[in-house]
């Protein structure tokens, strides 16, 4: 297999209320977003809610998703559990609806030493039906990825990429200077703050939340910085610096960004803005910050 | 529904292998603690490692100790989930195994603020047919429930107390002057090395995962604080940290305490000491290390 | 040199202004808190604000307080610096004043190992002129003096004791199993909160910010808890929390607890409440929440 | 004042003993830097070690550095503590030696507010003699300059640039987006990884470390990155990360890039490798290996 690279969105996963999925809503996003050129989708991801979702809405979202997508672009689906018998069973759905590749943090409620963690993701890749891309994702599960385990994994034949969303660029760096030669090992970056950047220094491509509503952007962003036009990177930049400055940090949550995106998609008529617990949707007078947010953007609200 | 008050021993989760239970060691684990005369009994855990488990053995590990235990002492279950229509699920199938009560710590994946902890939880207690006790385990899930947070969940006729694992004794000692006067809200603290000055102080009992192992000397400790016999207390207590840092400490990991204890019931002949991933069980020099601690405290091992 | 036993205020550093000692003030002070029982003095600690103060103050204040104490108590120095001469040099000021002993908490800003704290401590209690007690700050130092760390420092001659302000207790615990018998070393908590359960469970004394507002509160909790008395503790415990929770927490500040100490003693005519930067001192709003919480302890105002 | 641009080494503290300057590396060490091409030099930083050393020391340093460069290149000093006072002399020190410019990161004891910080840097940009750079270190200090903070303190007119030493780029894209525009407004990235990434963003240079030893190398990469040329920019980044893996991971300490810097240093013949306390130099065997890292890199040792 060779590397996917380009702009990979963590698609979110439209909900209508607790365990039940926007299914127009689904439709409409992944179609919004081929259309926008992305190279792959990414499901169930932090971006997807997944922890917050019963596992059957998550196996009826992959099959739905991979359904519609029909192979016109791969499907990443994330497995990130602390159970590791549950992760493979999510996998093997995955495998059996089309997905080409499984993605997975550390387990995350205990947190697991570098050593454990060999371990962990050795079983787990051995036990896998599809190619496993690890995720560092110190923020949710309270550990980095040390450079040196990411290394010794790398050469594990099933484990294929790593996905960092730390914003921390020594770190990341790092794995460029050890991993970034290797064809066969992708680097993504998730912050999309940092996808113009990274692609210039090395990097396969982004896992970009904001790619959910304006996929287009992204790519340009990735294009611009595989032909090395900076000018073009920081006219770009100075547009996601934009969305992330004015759609995602409204309020003072944790979940802020979750929130901004899932009503941005709702006011521009894409899919419903449901969050499963322990999120809830922005109220109006949030909706209508972001609603001006999206309109200083350029965009028309029709939600 | 009165407080239970006294020792509710976190019972750890007797595995043969991966998506396996040890059956007999469930069985002998539970008879051994029953007959130390612990006052209930605390199912899947930190200790129990609950999160590492599958679904389906977590269902089943509560139905087969419910079974045995049958009414003699209360069973408590942990229904900490990222996902809050998995708790209730598993509430349910807890109600009908016979349990009294369900343990719940915050959602652990992405962190909430205190206002969407107290929406979580409130929503949760709405929909769960048995009571709640709140887990406070800022560890593993990254967020205290803070005492306002607390009191404002407390009056939630479903929600009826507290277990606290921070080790915090200003955050307690915090609870213990709002809320300790209250017969209908219990509080009950994790860290066995606490439950004599918790006692002393007003709190309503320990879930201290060293009851697993000597279950008579976490309730001879119960009973003197209770009495106010300080030196019994004292002299207890010399034996509590005793276990605590000979048994607990082994190996630089996390989840040193987690191995140490399996380690010892295994010693002991209880249960086989299997971990689910990510963790591992001790190997033969940490195992011995394990021995000779158990036998200065004068145990017998048979395993 | 036998243990000092008891309360010992953390004393607050009374200012007028910038590098302005409040002279009167810091006389009323020290005599509020010596007719109030206390055992002895800590100067320059964390709720004296010594980081913030200047070199030249810090000398003045140390000065006069030893003069004006005149031996009716012990004297302690806190002389906690990043850098080890500027300790020694406050020392040696501090031994030619009159104090007893210094107290140190770890180098604050490049967080050092356990191994470069035992180098470091030894290097320092080498040169000191006078015994040096440890003080485990963790909040503000980032890095915990580790049981095994202390264990190896206390058997350094010149090193006599350790405060911990740390709340955790199973820390706290973990001292007084390892050390808590020898005559020699001292261990002292720092939150008043824990000063009760801690002199139950074989601690030798409080260092407690609220000795400086009530100081025969706190000694009154130090002798029930020597006596045993847990009626008494319970009592006392009632009281020192209401402080802890309506004195305490104004504003939503790290530094909540120095501004409120600072605006309460003013409040009670004893010394002026100026802050040194970062820190500003309670306006209008603030102070009249310290003013109804000093009421409903019955206190009568005068500021 | 324009602002600087470039590479400003963060100028490591050349020592023989406690309180003792080693005045021959000092000067060798200005001369390396400045025949390397440094745009600037930056005394007192983290690198500097300036915590640890006596205040003597300091202003020793500051008036012996700047008489040598002796104009040739702008001179700042890092003023950082946590008295405002002594921060405040320390910089008039520094003005009358011919510094041209402040650096000081938040007071790190005690940690401010957002609120507290804007007032505390006010306080301290209203009396300082020089302009005044912030400086974000939230690992040492336990706080972030919050972006909204930063665009609030760069209306000071006496504020006039940040360094940022999280290697958080999320944070630093933000400031980039915010600030970048404005001439009068420097923007500095502490880690070398990332001069290159930054300075093609918009950056204005780099406070890097390894520009002690290698400054020809970092004023390169600058050149390069202004240039745009990538090519050229990844090719000095795969050296920059050889330093950084193999001179700065040295032991497990959160010292190691420090006492790695300082061990090049003395094999390379331009100054001692003491440190001042809580750390300690490298003994032969890790010496050893900086040895190693350095022949790799084809530089010949002396020392």
Redesign the interface.
């Known amino acids: 297999m060779t590397c996917i690279k380009g702009i990979i969105p963590p698609m979110i996963t439209p909900l209508k209320g607790?365990?039940e999925l926007d299914l127009e809503g689904t439709s409409r996003l992944v179609e919004h977003m081929l259309a926008g050129g992305v190279h792959a989708l990414f499901l169930l991801g932090?971006t997807g809610e997944a922890?917050?979702?019963?596992?059957r809405l998550r196996y009826e979202f992959v099959e739905r998703v991979c359904r519609q997508v029909a192979g016109r672009v791969p499907v990443l689906v994330g497995v990130t559990d602390?159970?590791?018998?549950?992760s493979v069973?999510l996998a093997e759905h995955a495998a059996k609806c089309g997905a080409v590749g499984v993605v997975a943090a550390?387990?995350?409620?205990?947190?697991?030493?570098q050593q454990?963690?060999i371990?962990?993701y050795t079983?787990?890749a051995d036990r896998l039906p599809l190619p496993l891309y690890l995720y560092n994702m110190p923020s949710?599960v309270?550990v980095f990825l040390e450079?040196a385990t990411v290394k010794t994994l790398a050469d594990h034949p099933n484990i294929v990429g790593l996905k960092d969303s730390s914003?921390?660029?020594?770190?990341f760096?790092?794995l460029?200077?050890?991993l970034g030669d290797r064809a066969d090992f992708a680097l993504y970056v998730g912050?999309e703050?940092?996808t113009?950047?990274?692609v210039?220094?090395?990097a396969d491509g982004g896992v970009n939340g904001g790619a959910n509503l304006f996929p287009e952007l992204y790519v340009a962003m990735y294009d611009a910085a595989c032909k090395?036009d900076?000018a073009r990177?920081?006219e770009l930049?100075?547009r996601i610096?934009?969305i992330?400055?004015s759609i995602y940090t409204v309020g003072?949550?944790?979940?802020s960004y979750?929130k901004g995106v899932k009503c941005a998609l709702s006011l521009m008529g894409i899919c419903d803005d449901y969050l499963?617990?322990?999120?809830?949707k922005f109220r109006a007078e949030e909706r209508n910050r972001i609603r001006q947010a999206l309109e200083a953007l350029g965009v028309e609200c029709v939600g």
């Open positions: 607790d365990d932090t922890q917050s979702l019963t596992y602390t159970s590791l018998d549950e069973r550390a387990p995350y409620y205990f947190a697991p030493s454990e963690l371990e962990y079983a787990l949710h309270k450079p914003a921390n660029m020594t770190y760096q790092t460029i200077y050890h912050p703050e940092l113009g950047e990274c210039l220094m090395g090395h900076i990177v920081r930049q100075r610096m934009q992330s400055t003072k949550y944790g979940s979750l499963s617990y322990p999120y809830r």
